[in-house]
C-alpha cells in the first residue's frame, strides 16, 4: 500500500508565500515524476508543476517564475514553494506521483488527498 500525505496549505495575504510538501510512503520502490496539480471551484483540474526523477521541471505559464518545485529522490518528496501569490493560486492542491510499488513491475500514479490553499486580503 502506497500514501501520499501533503502538508503545508492554508490561508494567506496576496503576495506572500506558501510551501507545499508532499511525502510518499508505504512499499514505494521507485518513484519517476512528481507532480503538482490544482483545482478551483467549478473548474477543472489543472497541471501546475511536474518534476522528473533526474531533476528536470516544468511549470504551467501562470505560475512560471513564481513557483519552484524541487525533490528529494532519497525520501520520496515533493515541495512545491510558491512565492507571489495571487488570489486567482486559491485552490485544493493535489500532489501526484509515478510509483513502483515493491515486488511491482509497472509505474502507476498516486495522489495525495489535497490540501487548500487560499489567497485572499
Known sequence: QVQLVESGGGLVQPGGSLRLSCAASGSVFSVNSMAWYRQAPGKQRELVARIFYGGGANYADS??????????????????????????DTAVYYCKAGIRVSGGYYYNDYWGQGTQVTVSS
Open 63 to 88: 505560475v512560471k517564475g513564481r513557483f519552484t518545485i524541487s525533490r528529494d529522490n532519497a525520501k520520496n518528496t515533493v515541495t512545491l514553494q510558491m512565492n507571489s501569490l495571487k488570489p486567482e
